[in-house]
């Protein structure tokens, strides 16, 4: 039917793409066109069926139906070299590369020179360098992945798509492990690209990310396309209520806190990264129940490994952590989860979830020797999936169904999981790692007031967030980290991101206010 | 305590203690590497030593039916790549446990040889003598006191062995394929996202395996002694796994540590033949032990210093 439209004028265009995995209905005839060099994004609540979209461009999974035209002439893509032969590239929502290997040694993988019979490593280095130098994507071709901070691991993810000689380029929620600054810094590279002829399609949650970079962009709900508009012709407000189908709050509502007594102290820590190097400094702080303390600072200043050792899953150096008046320094993790602390961990694969565990084994983690789901030899499978039914449905976990494994769950959709199972235990305190990274507008509100309500029934909450908006929405206090060090203590209401953002640079309060 | 300290001065001033480590080493030098090559592409192969059994048998069987030791070999490797080829089959094409399929490759591989060896020989525990891969002899050479008696008449295996631990390393880390092996064993979802076909380098990573550890099997039989008997090769499969993890998945450090196992093997089996010490045939057994102490020694403290491929032993399958 389509055989007399011209679809010159696109890099990209997919049409009635269709994809059905087990029980759910991932993309539902869904239309998709992209210009030449522009940036075209793609919002969507969780599990709307972006990355499944992407995935069968990039041929990582075969379409049930559908067409793909690439430049106007229809392709089929039926697996990566189809994709990387039509100079289609994919930056993926997990990064996809090989730790132990350097970045040379990855951008080139698979397109490796050779010289003889042996693999021309400098003549890598140097295209790798003069790449760099092009679209400003500065990197040393000779660090460990594994050794890199995340917005460097992108960046190798970029280089390795162009050196593929990609002209259309993927970002799957390229910026979910940013901060601001690498946030900044990638948004220049995709002008620099952009000006050089390169299409991009740019899959985000962060409204303001779209308004800031794209051009055109098509908003997708449960499987279909909703909308389709220019990013000049609409707001946030508009985009966040077609995602989600109501209207959403983009800002929290909360009342002010009734702290109780203190719940958690830490006095003194010193806690030592993987490399034995001080991250935490000799830090102090207390969270009282009932109110909510924000933790603001750049991705690596120490607060993985405080709260890694808060939770018991880090050894501490020196120094005390007192919750509920006893000294839990060298209790286990399972001891303080039996005491009442919860955990959102900031890496949900890793600490999260056990991804080949069905929802409902995801659902017991911890709590799996609990008389309500074992009877001391056997697990109660019934009960055990009856409460599942109960959370899944009250966290509105998507799709309902518990006998899904955790990797098959969409990103936002496993935080959800890991919120339910944490709350649901009744926790008193709870040590909350980037709780809406990766997630959509409307389960960010959720999530957000899921937190408020649960500090006013008196539960202590420790937030460590890189998002400096959430830190301020939910915050009662808000204290600054650098270097594994707190560089002061402000209340959201009474001082300003701008000195925040200075102390998250090193500059402590009391010369902050020396300076005024 | 003197006879002690003057038998091992004995044994370290001996060239035959360094002649003998460099035979017991040999096996455990390709069954290591062998085990790298599986290792690095993800797959486990605890099956070293039934391949080991297999390249053992096939020499001789070889040998015997042709009288040419060399078409042993060959028929001693073929049967080893058989072997992994099975074991490729079973774990990277239907994602089978690695571990279950390396066992039960080791049982067939016992009860083939065993089956085999009386149909074929007529009788069970050896087989008749046959003959052997002759060795290097080096002329002149060996009139160099010391270095001629150890160098001066080894089996070429054992230059085999060097030689592939030199090839190995630069397949491994100087070549692309290398390149593809190493990403395919720690991470197979990238390299598929690259083009790379993870299931082909998986199959040639794990014959391989079957070439080197049926080699070190033949060595066994046919390098020297000339015939197979019933589970000769007396663990060094496991040994060799051994040797691979010390070594860290590197075929360097796999020969140094197989070479580590190889002399603490000779030093036994010299100690053991001092006259000053009067041994009785009892304290032999004690002896015997002495490799696998030191292996458990070596593995216990390196435990957390090497680092397996982080997708060994990890299926890959797709969508
Ligand atoms: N391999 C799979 N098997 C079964 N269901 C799957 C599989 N992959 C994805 N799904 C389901 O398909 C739907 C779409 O998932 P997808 O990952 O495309 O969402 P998304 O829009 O990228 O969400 P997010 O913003 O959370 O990343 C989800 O309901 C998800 O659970
Ligand atoms: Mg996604």
């Given at each position: 039917m389509d055989k007399n439209v011209d679809y010159s004028e696109y890099a990209v265009v997919m049409r009635g793409i269709t994809k059905r995995f087990p029980g759910v209905l991932a993309n539902d005839r869904v239309d998709l066109f992209v210009k030449k060099s522009e940036i075209h994004a793609i919002v969507g609540e969780n599990g709307a069926g972006k990355t499944t979209l992407m995935n069968q461009l990039y041929g990582l999974i075969r379409p049930d139906d559908g067409k793909i035209y690439i430049n106007g002439v229809e392709k089929i893509i039926k697996d990566p070299n189809d994709a990387i032969a039509a100079k289609i590239g994919m930056v993926h929502q997990h990064f996809m590369l090989v730790d132990r290997l350097s970045v040379v040694e990855n951008i080139v993988l698979g397109q490796e020179p050779v010289r003889g019979p042996f693999f021309a490593l400098n003549r890598a280095r140097k295209e790798i360098k003069d790449l760099s130098r092009k679209f400003g994507l500065t990197v040393d071709p000779d660090s460990i992945i594994e050794d890199m901070p995340v917005g460097m691991q992108q960046r190798v993810e970029i280089i390795k798509v162009l050196y593929r000689g990609a002209e259309i380029l993927v970002l799957d929620e390229p910026t979910a492990v940013l901060t601001p600054q690498e946030t900044n810094e990638l948004f220049e590279i995709l002008r620099s690209l952009k000006s050089q002829g390169k299409t991009i399609i740019f899959i985000t949650h962060k409204l303001n990310e779209v308004m800031a970079i794209t051009e055109s962009v098509t908003v997708m709900r449960l499987g279909r396309v909703t909308g389709v508009v220019k990013t000049s012709q609409t707001s946030p407000r508009e985009l966040a209520n077609m995602m989600v189908g109501r209207e959403v709050l983009l800002t929290v509502e909360k009342n002010s806190a009734h702290p109780g007594d203190e719940i958690l102290q830490v006095k003194d820590l010193i806690v030592k990264e993987n490399r034995g190097i001080k991250a935490v400094k000799g830090l102090s702080l207390t969270v009282r129940s009932g109110e909510i303390v924000g933790i603001a600072g750049v991705a690596g200043n120490g607060q993985t490994e405080l709260t890694e050792a808060i939770t018991g899953l880090r050894k501490v150096e020196s120094g005390k952590i007192i919750f509920?008046?006893?000294?839990?320094?060298?209790?286990?993790?399972?001891?303080?989860?039996?005491?009442?602390?919860?955990?959102?961990?900031?890496?949900?694969?890793?600490?999260?979830?056990?991804?080949?565990?069905?929802?409902?084994?995801?659902?017991?983690?911890?709590?799996?020797?609990?008389?309500?789901?074992?009877?001391?030899?056997?697990?109660?499978?019934?009960?055990?999936?009856?409460?599942?039914?109960?959370?899944?449905?009250?966290?509105?976990?998507?799709?309902?169904?518990?006998?899904?494994?955790?990797?098959?769950?969409?990103?936002?959709?496993?935080?959800?999981?890991?919120?339910?199972?944490?709350?649901?235990?009744?926790?008193?305190?709870?040590?909350?790692?980037?709780?809406?990274?990766?997630?959509?507008?409307?389960?960010?509100?959720?999530?957000?007031?899921?937190?408020?309500?649960?500090?006013?029934?008196?539960?202590?909450?420790?937030?460590?967030?890189?998002?400096?908006?959430?830190i301020f929405s939910l915050s009662d206090r808000i204290l600054t980290i650098y270097e594994g060090q707190i560089m002061g203590e402000v209340r959201p209401e009474k001082t300003t991101t701008e000195a925040v953002g200075l102390m998250m640079a090193g500059h402590k309060l009391e010369d902050l206010h020396q300076e005024a | 305590m003197n006879e002690w300290i003057q038998a091992i001065f004995n044994v370290f001033t001996n060239p035959t203690f360094y002649k003998s480590t460099l035979t017991q080493s040999t096996p455990l030098i390709l069954a290591a590497l062998g085990g790298v090559f599986s290792e690095t592409t993800g797959v486990t192969n605890i099956a070293l030593e039934g391949i080991m059994l297999m390249g053992a048998f096939g020499g001789v069987m070889g040998s015997y039916f042709t009288g040419n030791p060399w078409y042993g070999l060959v028929l001693g490797t073929f049967f080893g790549v058989a072997m992994a080829a099975l074991h490729a089959w079973a774990s990277i094409k239907y994602g089978a446990d690695q571990i279950i399929s390396g066992t039960a490759l080791i049982l067939l591989a016992q009860g083939i040889t065993g089956f085999a060896l009386v149909e074929l020989f007529g009788q069970p525990g050896s087989t008749d003598l046959v003959r052997s891969i002759p060795l290097v002899d080096l002329g002149a050479f060996k009139q160099i006191p010391f270095v001629g008696d150890i160098f001066g008449n080894l089996s070429p295996f054992v230059y085999i062995a060097f030689a592939s631990v030199a090839f190995g390393w630069i397949l491994i880390y100087k070549t692309k394929l290398g390149l593809r092996m190493r990403s395919v064993g720690n991470n197979p979802e990238a390299a598929d996202t690259l083009g790379v076909n993870v299931y082909n380098v998986r199959y040639f990573g794990v014959i391989m395996s079957g070439f080197f550890a049926a080699l070190g099997g033949a060595y066994l039989s046919i390098g020297e002694l000339g015939q197979f008997t019933t589970n000769m090769t007396n663990g060094r499969g496991f040994i060799a796994l051994a040797a691979m993890i010390i070594g860290n998945w590197n075929p360097v450090g796999a020969m140094s540590a197989s070479l580590l196992f190889g002399s603490a093997t000779a030093f036994n089996n010299q100690l053991q033949s001092q006259s000053v010490l009067n041994l009785s045939t009892n304290t032999q057994y004690i002896f015997g032990m002495i490799p696998y102490i030191i292996t458990l020694i070596v593995v216990g403290g390196l435990i957390g210093k090497s680092r397996s491929p982080s997708a060994d032993g990890v299926p890959y399958i797709k969508e």
């Open positions: 509920k008046k006893e000294d839990i320094t060298n209790f286990s993790p399972k001891k303080r989860r039996e005491m009442g602390m919860g955990h959102i961990p900031e890496d949900r694969l890793k600490h999260g979830l056990i991804k080949t565990f069905p929802i409902y084994y995801n659902f017991i983690l911890g709590e799996h020797d609990d008389p309500k789901f074992s009877d001391g030899v056997f697990l109660k499978i019934k009960d055990i999936r009856k409460f599942s039914e109960d959370l899944v449905k009250k966290f509105d976990v998507r799709p309902p169904k518990i006998d899904l494994l955790g990797m098959n769950l969409s990103g936002g959709n496993q935080q959800k999981v890991i919120v339910a199972r944490e709350i649901a235990f009744d926790p008193v305190l709870m040590i909350v790692s980037q709780p809406t990274r990766g997630l959509d507008v409307g389960a960010i509100e959720f999530i957000h007031k899921t937190l408020i309500s649960m500090r006013d029934k008196g539960i202590g909450i420790l937030l460590i967030s890189m998002e400096l908006e959430e | -």
